[in-house]
């Protein structure tokens, strides 16, 4: 056990899932698209050990063909430098994954809740 988490409680997540949009994929074409995604690794693997302003510029040198707004080079730089390369997924749409297979499944996984039923009677609401 740690000093600030019980045994089995250690934070897992699930890292941070870009998803392309129907018409960025159409613009980069099938070619351009694994490029795009290949950039935006190798951004994400030097990210945790740059600036925001050093990770928002090579965001956008790497993102110049897909025109991403301020805003959300911003957002994106912000969550590239907490999780790096290994805690993205890159997927389109339409669900082809184009980076880190098992994150973006991880990613659309329905949380397991257990423990709210009453053991005693399980007719019984949880809150009696």
């Known amino acids: 056990m740690t000093a600030d988490r019980q045994d089995g409680h250690e934070q897992r ?3 941070y899932h870009l998803v392309l949009d129907a018409d960025l994929v159409e613009r980069l074409g099938a070619t351009g698209l ?3 995604a290949a950039r935006i690794v190798d951004v994400a693997r030097q990210a945790p050990t740059l ?3 050093q990770t928002q510029d090579l965001l956008a040198e790497a993102t ?3 025109e ?3 805003p959300q ?3 994106l730089a912000g969550a590239l430098r907490s999780v790096g390369a290994t805690g993205l997924a890159i997927s389109t749409a339409d669900g082809q994954v ?3 297979p098992e994150l973006a499944e991880r990613s659309h996984q329905a949380p397991d809740v257990r423990g709210t039923e009453d053991p005693e009677n399980p007719d019984r609401p949880v809150y009696s």
Do not use: S
């Open 64 to 66: 110049r063909d897909a």
């Open 51 to 53: 600036t925001g302003e």
């Open 13 to 15: 997540g699930t890292g």
């Open 73 to 75: 080079r911003a957002a």
């Open 34 to 36: 694994g490029e795009y």
């Open 98 to 100: 184009l980076y880190n």
């Open 68 to 70: 991403l707004p301020e």
